[in-house]
């Protein structure tokens, strides 16, 4: 791996994961049902949850690549493409620590041209 500091990458993986744990801790997915609420205020109530549980949902997936990208530094395999195996741009992975591919591969998985590992 050359380029980047696995030391700083793991800092600021390790950052991001403890805000991501922080926000998912504090998400309040509960409803105060002690009162009957009219029909609009449950609408906004159950698409506010929705969205949360979306973003919830999100920022679980996220904390995922995080651990996975953690793995990787241990392993040594950090920095290279987990579909063609070549090494990610260093400008990637600072930007994106959690990339497990390069451009190229990120570009077909979004076109539904390669399946996930």
Sequence with gaps: MSK????????KLLAEKA????????NDLSI???ETPDPVDLAVRNYSKNVMLAVSENESKQLSLIDEALLRIEDG???TCLNCEKEINPKR????PWARYCLDCQELLEQGLLDEE
């Excluded at 980047?4 to 800092?11: A, G, P, R, T, V």
């Excluded at 805000?19 to 504090?26: A, P, S, T």
């Design 77 to 79: 395999e950090y920095g």
């Design 4 to 11: 980047i500091n696995l030391k700083d990458i793991k800092e």
């Design 32 to 34: 105060d049902d002690s």
């Design 93 to 96: 992975l600072g930007a994106i």
């Design 19 to 26: 805000l991501l744990i922080d926000k998912l801790k504090g």
